[in-house]
Structures are given as C-alpha cells and as structure tokens.
C-alpha cells in the first residue's frame, strides 16, 4: 500500500497553491520581478514554512544578485500580510511564520547542463542497432 502524503505535506502543498494565487494578484510592487514558489517546507510543529522561490528571468541569477535581493525584500517585508491572508483562505488555527528564501537548485541544474554537453557534446542521439526503424526497411 503506498504511503500516505502526511498532513504537513497536504498543508506545504496548499501553501504554495494559495501563496502562487496571492503573490500574483495581490502584492503590486514593482521591485517584485516574476516569482515562482518551486517548494514550500513546513516545520513538523508548523511553527515556521520556508518557501523557496526563483525569478524568471534571461540572466543567470545568484543569491547575492541586485533583483533577487529586492524580491525577497519585498516578499519578507509582506509576510505578516501573507500570512494572515493565508490564515483566512486555508481555515487553519495556526498559520506558521513565512520564511523566504532564493532557491539556487535552478541554476544549478543549468550549470550541470551545460557541464553535460560539454562532455557529451552535440552528437545526434544512437540510432537503434535492432532495424526497426522504417527508414532502413525495404518493402
């Protein structure tokens, strides 16, 4: 029998749906670029949920970058707000505290690409060795 998603992962998955929704529509600064919630980890107590978030942009971004830097301020600085927002939507008696944090798997995994094809290079993928391909069969 498969095992069941706990509570605390039922209540991280929701806090990422309702905090997607609120982000977009209710905060409107415009040092707050396009953020996406990639991950929210609630603390077994539900005391704290650090919320892991990437801005969608064309440049290869850090920790330390100028536009990240300015929405996660902004985003730290609505946190009380969110959470009493997500009070109300969620029906929950206790709504943990909001953590922020710039989620750097992102361009990890584009480093680790790129490592990849360099290695490899472009070389077109293997062809089956078997012949079932209909380009090689005669009929």
Not at 3 to 19: G, M, P, T, V, Y
């Amino acid at each position: 029998m498969p095992k069941e998603f706990s509570r605390i992962d039922r209540i991280a998955d929701q806090i990422q749906r309702e905090l997607a929704q609120m982000i977009q529509r209710e905060i409107k600064d415009p040092r707050l670029g396009m953020v996406t919630i990639n991950a929210v980890k609630v603390s077994r107590d539900m005391g704290y949920a650090d919320i892991y978030v990437s801005l969608l942009t064309t440049e290869e971004l850090t920790e330390e970058s100028e536009s990240v830097q300015a929405s996660l301020d902004v985003l730290r600085k609505a946190a009380g707000f969110l959470r009493g927002q997500l009070g109300r939507a969620m029906k929950l008696r206790m709504v943990p505290h909001l953590r922020f944090h710039f989620d750097t798997l992102l361009g990890k995994s584009r480093r680790m690409d790129a490592l990849i094809n360099e290695a490899v290079g472009k070389a077109p993928p293997v062809s089956r060795a078997d012949g079932d391909d209909k380009s090689e069969r005669e009929d």
